[in-house]
């Protein structure tokens, strides 16, 4: 059972594994946030690795004991690191972050003056990449993040959220435990089932457009194919979250598969003939492409989890 502290209003929960340099950065964007005096808040740390690799370094941070709190869970998984984060936290409020991100200095009074306004259950904002070389990317993945969530207003409600940049009410939110499910941690997905089986419930779920963190993006992770295969897994994740949770799994399968068929059979042939026209119309169709393909094959899940700020993605 959690343990709330009255001093504590916002528990933020940071989630790593062996990525030390990109997760003091991650901290010291939280511990620099424009909070109000009287709005207490704490940073738990959960070092996912199986050595604790990242207690030397939390615990001899300035703000350690204070606002700083490390937390070693050994079962490898985000799953397990998330659900460790949430016992850990003493707050009325949980926000979650990733270890490769770092947020806006009103990103948490963003997040939670939103909440508190529109009465929301979860809130979530964009989470935009910062790249490490961009010049030599040759093709712009930033209009295939967001889509249609971009041009939200505060305050609309979605049925997903990504679990680098989210805010709970556990008091609403947590009443299955654990709250991640652990068969997810190791493929991804974990945040998309608790949020959509929130939506489910009819918790109230809001997208807060000022609430933004920047997710760093390595070369190697930003070159397109990398990109593509990042679409496949969200597509497979996605897809087995629906399934899994409509009331006639066999039904949603079918239906699923039928548009992803229809879905391939007109953009993968739009995407080998704009090859000739540059990377961008070509990446466009060979997104469709992917997510078509993650949805055909969302049962061959493998085990993508490389490090915590990973696994959702």
């Known amino acids: 059972m959690r343990r709330l502290d009255p001093v504590v209003l916002i528990s ?3 989630c790593t594994v062996d990525r030390e340099e990109m997760a003091r950065k991650t901290v010291d964007s939280v511990l620099g946030q424009s909070l ?36 070693h869970e050994r079962a490898a998984g985000i799953s397990h690191a998330r659900n460790a984060g949430i016992a850990a936290a003493r707050g009325a409020y949980v926000a979650f972050i990733d270890d490769d991100e770092v947020a806006k200095p009103d990103w948490l009074k963003n997040l939670y003056r939103a ?3 529109h009465d929301a259950d979860v809130a979530t904002g964009p989470v935009f990449p910062v790249f490490e070389d961009r010049e030599t990317l040759g093709w712009d993945p930033e209009p295939f993040i967001f889509s249609t969530h971009k041009a939200m207003p505060t305050g609309h409600r979605v049925q997903f959220a990504r679990g ?3 805010m709970f009410r556990p008091d609403r939110c947590f009443d299955v435990a654990p709250p991640f ?26 997208w807060v457009a000022d609430a933004v963190v920047h997710e760093f993006w390595p070369n190697a992770k930003a070159m397109l194919p990398a990109f ?20 006639n799994p066999l039904i949603a399968t079918l239906r699923i598969g039928a548009k992803a068929l229809v879905q391939l059979a007109i953009f993968a042939p739009l995407a080998a003939l704009s090859a000739p026209f540059g990377r961008q119309p070509s990446a466009r169709f060979r997104m469709h492409v992917m997510s078509a393909l993650g949805k055909i094959t969302y049962w061959k899940r493998a085990r993508y989890y490389g490090g915590a700020g990973e696994a959702g993605a």
Not at 36 to 54: H, L, Q, R, W, Y
Not at 181 to 202: A, K, M, N, V
Not at 228 to 247: F, G, M
């Open 164 to 166: 680098g940049n989210v």
């Open 181 to 206: 499910d652990p068969e997810l941690g190791l493929s991804g997905g974990e945040d998309t089932q608790l949020i959509y089986r929130l939506h489910l419930q009819g918790r109230k779920i809001i």
């Open 115 to 117: 909440m508190i306004e």
């Open 228 to 247: 593509l295969h990042r679409k496949l897994i969200s597509a497979r994740n996605s897809t087995y979250v629906h399934i899994v949770n409509d009331r």
């Open 36 to 71: 109000d005096s009287e709005t207490g808040m704490e940073i738990v740390v959960v070092d996912n690795s199986g050595g604790e690799s990242a207690h030397p370094w939390v615990s001899a941070h300035p703000a350690f004991g204070e606002k700083l709190r490390y937390v």
């Open 12 to 14: 933020v929960v940071i």
